[in-house]
Nanobody
Framework: VQLQASGGGLVQAGGSLRLSCAASERTFSGYTMGWFRQAPGKEREFVAAIYWSGGSTNYADSVKGRFTISSDNAKNTLYLQMNSLKPEDTAVYYC??????????????WGQGTQVTVSS
């Protein structure tokens, strides 16, 4: 399974970005798909997840109401719509596939990461 994240960039505070994660195969079936982020000097942290079974979602408190995770199973693509971005959202964002919810250790497959920088 290969995951390819894209869509990062430089944006001003209050702006929006949409990240995409393309999977090499029909990854989503049976997996939880998640987004994580890692800022310099900090541990990787959970951002959002979407479950294959039922399509329910889970968000970190810090992004609730601003970020939306979704998937297009026909295109094997995961998305993260990020609105009202803040400088503290600056990080490398990773997509992942696994069987867990919020812990990185429960995700077996990872994309290469895409940089998001939010200027104040």
């Amino acid at each position: 399974v290969q995951l390819q994240a894209s869509g990062g960039g430089l944006v001003q505070a209050g702006g929006s970005l949409r990240l995409s994660c393309a999977a090499s195969e029909r990854t989503f079936s049976g997996y939880t798909m998640g987004w994580f982020r890692q800022a310099p000097g900090k541990e990787r942290e959970f951002v959002a997840a979407i479950y294959w079974s039922g399509g329910s979602t889970n968000y970190a408190d810090s992004v609730k109401g601003r970020f939306t995770i979704s998937s297009d199973n026909a295109k094997n693509t995961l998305y993260l719509q990020m609105n009202s971005l803040k400088p503290e959202d600056t990080a490398v964002y990773y997509c992942a596939a696994g069987v867990g919810i919020t812990t990185p250790e429960s995700y077996a497959h990872w994309g290469q990461g895409t940089q998001v920088t939010v200027s104040s």
